[in-house]
């Protein structure tokens, strides 16, 4: 009972924009989640290995678990990770969908998105204005 109280607590806080946190930093987060949370699942940085076809992280080609992950992993915005981020800490685990890394790095290549903030929380300057919030718009 206590794994589903937190998994749906985990579900909240994914899906909230209010986190104020990098998505690298959820996505870390999220691994000490699963590692602690999930049965079945080995997660390891894996250097060098060729995707899919790793022995560190092979355990987790159950169905169940895999369908687990997914359901996680499409709750973090990955396309608003650095390409770096993308590529150093998230690729070497080999347990992130390709759906979404190709979505990400689809995402980066359009000029305009690159430099976008890497948190949730993009506030608009209408919403700002619009809000019931006294705050001040540095610019």
Request: proline share 4%; net charge neutral; no cysteine.
């Amino acid at each position: 009972m206590e794994n589903k109280v937190l998994e749906y607590v985990l579900f909240l806080i994914l899906k909230s924009d209010g986190v104020y946190l990098k998505e690298i930093e959820i996505f870390n987060s999220v691994l000490l989640w699963i590692r602690a949370n999930v049965k079945g699942v080995t997660i390891e940085r894996i250097v060098g290995g060729v995707r899919g076809n790793s022995e560190n992280n092979k355990n987790n080609n159950n169905e169940k678990v895999l369908a687990k992950l997914e359901e996680i992993f499409q709750l973090i915005r990955f396309p608003l990770m650095s390409y770096e981020e993308l590529v150093s800490d998230v690729e070497p685990y080999q347990i992130i969908p390709d759906r979404l890394l190709l979505e990400a790095y689809r995402y980066k290549s359009v000029p305009a998105h690159s430099k976008l903030p890497q948190t949730s929380i993009i506030i608009s300057k209408h919403r700002l204005q619009n809000s019931n919030i006294t705050t001040h718009i540095i610019q």
